[in-house]
T-cell receptor, first 112, second 113 residues
């Protein structure tokens, strides 16, 4: 069955440290890939997306993600985390049907 | 003003009641979606609509129905609410191009007692 896996339910990172959030998908072909962020009480905001081409994509707020076909992964990274990055992060895939399947999310906590 | 507006933002109701959640958008998008979010489960698709005459079931449509009243309006109904439908509900929209992202409203928090 098609699926999206975010293996880390919670991650705690010190402010200023680097961050990597993992996402793996299981689809027959390369889907369209997205990362969204949800701050408390808010809807989902798009951070970045991958459709084709360069496998390293840049997003808003200093985030980037790298698509690795061989690993079926689309991991989100940030070189230096700020306290305002504390939120829940969702990886999502669209296999081409214009519908999204979401991972279960990773809650990012930022320590002083 | 928000591009995707959900009403109400919060609702508390009793088991067995009929509930309607409304979504309107000013983005001019053809496609609209309803999701529910439960802690630890992420977002799951309930129903989606690619245009006014098109309605499709998502992953978890049982117990729900929808109405696409116009291009800009998409309502979700719970015919007879039950406690396990307590969740955060999101509406989203997108253009007709499949590789374009979805845009989300701020959600409706629904509690069923």
């Amino acid at each position: 069955a098609q699926s999206v896996t975010q293996p880390d339910i919670h991650i705690t990172v010190s402010e200023g440290a680097s961050l990597e959030l993992r996402c793996n998908y299981s689809y027959g072909a390369t889907p369209y890939l997205f990362w969204y962020v949800q701050s408390p009480g808010q809807g989902l905001q798009l951070l970045l997306k991958y459709f084709s081409g360069d496998t390293l994509v840049q997003g808003i707020k200093g985030f980037e993600a790298e698509f690795k076909r061989s690993q079926s992964s689309f991991n989100l990274r940030k070189p230096s985390v700020h306290w305002s990055d504390a939120a829940e992060y969702f990886c999502a895939v669209d296999p081409g049907y214009s519908t999204l399947t979401f991972g279960k999310g990773t809650m990012l906590l930022v320590s002083p | 003003d928000a591009d995707v507006t959900q009403t109400p933002r919060n609702r508390i109701t009793k088991t067995g009641k009929r509930i309607m959640l409304e979504c309107s958008q000013t983005k001019g998008h053809d496609r609209m979606y309803w999701y529910r979010q439960d802690p630890g489960l992420g977002l799951r698709l309930i129903y989606y609509s690619f245009d006014v005459k098109d309605i499709n079931k998502g992953e978890i449509s049982d117990g729900y129905s929808v109405s696409r009243q116009a291009q800009a309006k998409f309502s979700l109904s719970l015919e007879s609410a039950i406690p396990n439908q307590t969740a955060l509900y999101f509406c989203a929209t997108s253009t007709g191009v499949s590789n374009q992202p979805q845009h989300f409203g701020d959600g409706t928090r629904l509690s069923i007692l």
